[in-house]
Each structure stands twice: as structure tokens, then as C-alpha cells.
């Protein structure tokens, strides 16, 4: 019989994190553990304030589960007995592991995918002044850098950055930061500093312009985006969308929603919360669908936990067995 654990856990980040809708200092983390037998399949979440998420709802919907989890409930039950949103990814992907470690086989293997390769990540740079996010940027060595925008200044920022990093490719996150007013303005900012994506530029539930504006920079839904029910929202709106495990409820739903949203002629991101690697691995298993990998989490951190994935340079490895899958 299965037994679960439930522990939530505080890692410090590297100085903060700062995005259009505040800063913070730490990610906090819920980490489920099922066991059977000798075996031990591991799952991480982040709860998201935007989201209507407390770490207490989470705890308190992965304990709703519970019952059906210690009566050997599996990823396909769970879709039914959960909704989406972070408390189901956490038990999925410790379901995923469960099952990596009962069988020997690895989680790409189950789910039918090709074997996880290195790939280049994004790596964020925090929303604050011109100079300074210049001078991240200038600093960080990496290939593909994710700028954080959102607020007043934004166009500012970009020119700051791209004299900065002539030549390393830029994506930007508004974080619904943006508005009809500024919107085409920043949209042609983007496109003159060569930045190859824009992420939620406006508010999830006012994004509508998107149908009859030019988009001369792709455009990604994040915060529009969910679980496959949200796709028929976003075709004619978005060119792209960031696919968060923590928002489709796991693994599990997060590939439906890659293969269904790639036939319905949308590119996918993939994406991540400030989080651990144990978030990350699961999400590198869409890494092969994806134009765009966004898994830096455990780079902002202060700490990581042991084992975690290894970064060479900008680019991100397939994970061990021994940390998941």
C-alpha cells in the first residue's frame, strides 16, 4: 500500500526575484513523496498567488487526495479526483517517478518520448532600472536571457540592454505588465532590439487586442494559458504559449496540451516558477517540443537541493535518476 508525505520547504534566493507584480526573497516549495515498498517517487510545486494559490490550499488539496492515493490511485484517476494547478502536479510527478522507479524505466521511456537531450535555457533578469538590468545582463554569460519588463520605462530598459548584449538572443516577460495605450509602442520596441518573443503582454482577462494588432514580435500566453481547456481562448491571440507544469496540473496533462496545442499551429515554451530541480526535471521532459526552454529556477536560488540538475554554461542536462524520473 502506498504512503504519502507531504513537507514544505524554503529555499533563499539569490539576492530577489522581481517581476511587474513585486519582488520576493524565497521560494517556498511543497514536496510530496509516495512510497512503495523500497521505492520512492518524488513530486515538487510551487503555490502561486496569482493563481488564487496559498502553500495551505495546496497542503490542504494534496490531503483531499490522500485517501485515494494510499489506495493506489494512478495519473489518470488523479486527473479526475484534482483539478489542475499545483497540488495535482506535485502528486503526478511523483507518480511519474513512482512508476520510473517500480519499472526501471525512465519517464521518457513510459511516455513515449525520445530521450531528453541538453538544451539551451533562458535565464531571467529581474525587473529593475535601465543600468542595472543592463548590467545583469552584461554580466550573466548566457546565450538566451528572459528580461522582465512590465512597468513604466520598459523601452528604456530594452535599448539599455541590447547596447549591453549586441549579440545574446533576448525573450521578454511583461507579466501582464502592459496596456492598450502602450502596447503597438512596446511591441515595436521589441521588434527593434531584435528580441525574438514577448510573454503575457497584457492581462489575462483583457487580452482581446491581440486579435487585430500586428505582432511584430511573437507573442506567448502564460497567464492565459492553462490546461488544455484554455486552448481555444488563445488561437488568433497568441503565436505561442508557456507551458507551467504547476498550472496544467503535472505532466500528465502538460503533454496533452503540448501535442494539442503544436496541431493547432502554436509553438511551445516551456516554462517554470522560482523553484527547485526537483520542479524542473519533470518539465525538461517537454524540452523536445519546445522552440523555447525557460528552466533557470534553480539557477536564482540561493541553494539548490542535492541532487539537482547540472547547468554547464547556458545549457541544461537531462536529469539523473537519482534526483527524479
Known amino acids: ?29 511543497v514536496k510530496v513523496e509516495i512510497r512503495l515498498g523500497k521505492a520512492v517517487g518524488r513530486g515538487e510545486c510551487v503555490p502561486y498567488a496569482r493563481y488564487g494559490a496559498s502553500v495551505e490550499d495546496v497542503v490542504a488539496t494534496i490531503e483531499q487526495a490522500r485517501r485515494a492515493i494510499v489506495a493506489g490511485a494512478d495519473r489518470k484517476a488523479l486527473q479526475h479526483i484534482l483539478p489542475a494547478g499545483a497540488a495535482r502536479n506535485a502528486l503526478d510527478c511523483a507518480l511519474w517517478d513512482l512508476e520510473a522507479k517500480l519499472t526501471g524505466r525512465p519517464v521518457h521511456e513510459i511516455a513515449g518520448l525520445p530521450a531528453p537531450r541538453p538544451v539551451v535555457t533562458a535565464y531571467t533578469i529581474s525587473l529593475a ?44 516577460d511583461a507579466n501582464e505588465g502592459w496596456n492598450a495605450g502602450n502596447l503597438a509602442a512596446n511591441l515595436a520596441a521589441c521588434a527593434e532590439a531584435g528580441v525574438e518573443l514577448v510573454e503575457q503582454p497584457l492581462p489575462a482577462d483583457d487580452d482581446a487586442l491581440l486579435s487585430f494588432i ?45 501535442r494539442t ?13 522560482v523553484a527547485t530541480s526537483l520542479s524542473m526535471a519533470p518539465a525538461l521532459m ?21 541532487p539537482g540538475l547540472v547547468y554547464e554554461g547556458s545549457r541544461v542536462l537531462p536529469p539523473d535518476p537519482a534526483l527524479w524520473g
Open 1 to 29: 500500500m502506498p504512503a504519502l508525505s507531504v513537507d514544505i520547504e524554503r529555499f533563499p534566493i539569490r539576492g530577489s526575484f522581481t517581476i511587474a507584480r513585486g519582488s520576493k526573497t524565497e521560494a517556498v516549495v
Open 129 to 172: 532600472s535601465p543600468e542595472a538590468m543592463a548590467q545583469a545582463a552584461a554580466a550573466s554569460g548566457h546565450e538566451l536571457l528572459k528580461l522582465k519588463l512590465g512597468t513604466e520605462g520598459d523601452m528604456a530598459r530594452l535599448k539599455a540592454i541590447r547596447r549591453a548584449v549586441p549579440d545574446t538572443r533576448l525573450i521578454v
Open 214 to 258: 500586428a505582432r511584430p514580435v511573437p507573442v506567448c500566453a502564460d497567464e492565459s494559458a492553462h490546461g488544455s481547456d484554455t486552448l481555444g481562448h488563445l488561437i488568433g491571440r497568441y503565436d505561442a504559449l508557456n507551458i507551467k507544469l504547476d498550472k496544467t496540473g503535472g505532466l500528465t496533462e502538460a503533454l496533452e496540451l503540448a
Open 261 to 273: 496545442a503544436q496541431a493547432a499551429g502554436l509553438s511551445i515554451m516551456v516554462g517554470c516558477m
Open 286 to 306: 517537454l524540452a523536445g517540443m519546445a522552440s523555447v526552454v525557460d528552466l533557470d529556477g534553480p539557477l536564482l536560488l540561493a541553494q539548490d537541493r542535492e
